[in-house]
Structure formats: structure tokens, C-alpha cells
């Protein structure tokens, strides 16, 4: 079965530090999300991507934060100067064409900021 | 903005038992609602989907019934299991909106043997 898989499953960084999460989405996949969870809190979008462009943003989207897809295939968040608050899990989603709704998520990447 | 909320952290059902997660939302506009079940340190995995036009769904041992004036939804587990004990999360998509999904806080489900 098709999965989303996210790169690397734990990341450990310093306070300033420049961090990319990598993700692969499904391949006939045409959303593409970011959404974070600091432990023992609800799960945030952060941003929503389609036709190579950012649709949507939060709050929490702000200018320390990016989004590209590079090459086609990976989908990748980069935080250009890690703050102890970043510290959460990292969760990219796809989504096929309009249906049920459904969006398809990886098993996160921790991110851990001393 | 707290357009989906779940108002219980917990619930606590014996194994065979029915298990009712409600959610409650703000915004009409909703397309679709979503339930996903979550495990620690691991993503969220998709259960069921109700699109607004409808008010019930059932897959297995699922249902989502979707009450649009009361702006309410509830999951059914029966017979809930070991095996369903985990986080359930709530979610609600606008597909103007980039098609962003919005969850609740969660609803930690614990099915005892």
C-alpha cells in the first residue's frame, strides 16, 4: 500500500540551528501538508501546498519557515533558525484529487531543539 | 480558533462494549469530517469520513453520524477492542480553504480486556 514516508524520524539540533525535514508523498498525490504537534497538544497545520505554490498558511507558518518541492518527488520543511518552541513532531500529509476528504500522513519526524 | 473540538481527553469503555467519541464545530462551511485514529509516535491513521450531505457512515465496526443543526458529530465503535485503545482525533476539511484540515484536541480511548 502507497505511504507517505518522512525523513529523518528523529532530529536532534541546537537553539539557531538551520533544520530540513524531508517527505516523500504518494506518488499520484497533488496536496502536500506540514503539520506539527508539540507533545501533549493538538495536531496544527502549518502550511498546504499544491501546483507548486503554498495555498494555505497558519500563524505558525512564519518567515522562519519554508516550503519547496524541489525535484517532483521529495516535499520538504526547513526551519532556518531553530527556536526551543519548534521542538514537536513533524507530520507531512498528501492528498489524491477531490473525494473523501482523506489526507494521508507519514509517521512524523521529532525535532528536538536543546 | 477553536472551529473542532473534542471536550473529552478521555473515555474509558469495557472490551465489547460501545465506544461514542463526540466532536462539536463552529463552521458551517465544513466539506467533509474525518476521524483519525493515533498511536504514540506515529502519524495519524485515517478511520472514516462523512461528507456534509450525509449523516451517517459505516464501515465495519465504525459509524460517524453527522447531526448538521446541532453542528455535532459522533464516532461508534461496537464492539470496541483492545486493540482500539489509542488517540482519536476529530478532523473537519473546507476545501476552499487549500483543502486544510483542522482537529480537534484529541480523545484518548482506553478499551479494557
Known amino acids: 500500500e502507497p505511504e507517505v514516508t518522512q525523513t529523518p524520524s528523529h532530529q536532534v539540533t541546537q537553539m539557531g540551528q538551520e533544520v530540513i525535514l524531508r517527505c516523500v508523498p504518494i506518488?499520484?498525490?497533488?496536496?502536500f501538508y506540514w503539520y506539527r504537534q508539540i507533545l501533549g497538544q493538538k495536531v496544527e497545520f502549518l502550511v498546504s501546498?499544491?501546483?507548486?505554490?503554498?495555498?494555505?498558511k497558519s500563524e505558525i507558518f512564519d518567515d522562519q519557515f519554508s516550503v519547496e518541492r524541489p525535484d517532483g518527488s521529495n516535499f520538504t520543511l526547513k526551519i532556518r533558525s531553530t527556536k526551543l518552541e519548534d521542538s514537536a513532531m513533524y507530520f507531512c500529509?498528501?492528498?489524491?484529487?477531490?473525494?473523501?476528504?482523506?489526507?494521508?500522513f507519514g509517521e512524523g519526524s521529532r525535532l528536538t531543539v536543546l | 480558533d477553536q472551529q473542532v473540538k473534542q471536550n473529552s481527553p478521555s473515555l474509558s469503555v469495557q472490551e465489547g462494549r460501545i465506544s461514542i467519541l463526540n466532536c462539536d464545530y463552529t463552521?458551517?462551511?465544513?466539506?467533509?469530517f474525518l476521524w483519525y485514529k493515533k498511536y504514540p509516535a506515529e502519524g495519524p491513521t485515517f478511520l472514516i469520513s462523512?461528507?456534509?450531505?450525509?449523516d451517517k457512515n459505516e464501515d465495519g465496526r465504525f459509524t460517524v453520524f453527522l447531526n448538521k443543526s446541532a453542528k455535532h458529530l459522533s464516532l461508534h465503535i461496537v464492539p470496541s477492542q483492545p486493540g482500539d485503545s489509542a488517540v482519536y482525533f476529530c478532523?473537519?476539511?473546507?476545501?476552499?480553504?487549500?483543502?486544510?484540515?483542522?482537529f480537534g484536541e484529541g480523545t484518548q480511548l482506553t478499551v479494557n480486556p
Open positions: 501546498f499544491y501546483n507548486n505554490e503554498i495555498s494555505e
Open positions: 478532523a473537519a476539511l473546507l476545501e476552499t480553504s487549500g483543502s486544510r484540515l483542522t
Open positions: 463552521n458551517s462551511m465544513f466539506d467533509y
Open positions: 500529509a498528501s492528498r489524491g484529487l477531490v473525494g473523501t476528504g482523506e489526507l494521508f
Open positions: 506518488s499520484n498525490h497533488l496536496y
Open positions: 462523512i461528507s456534509s450531505i450525509k
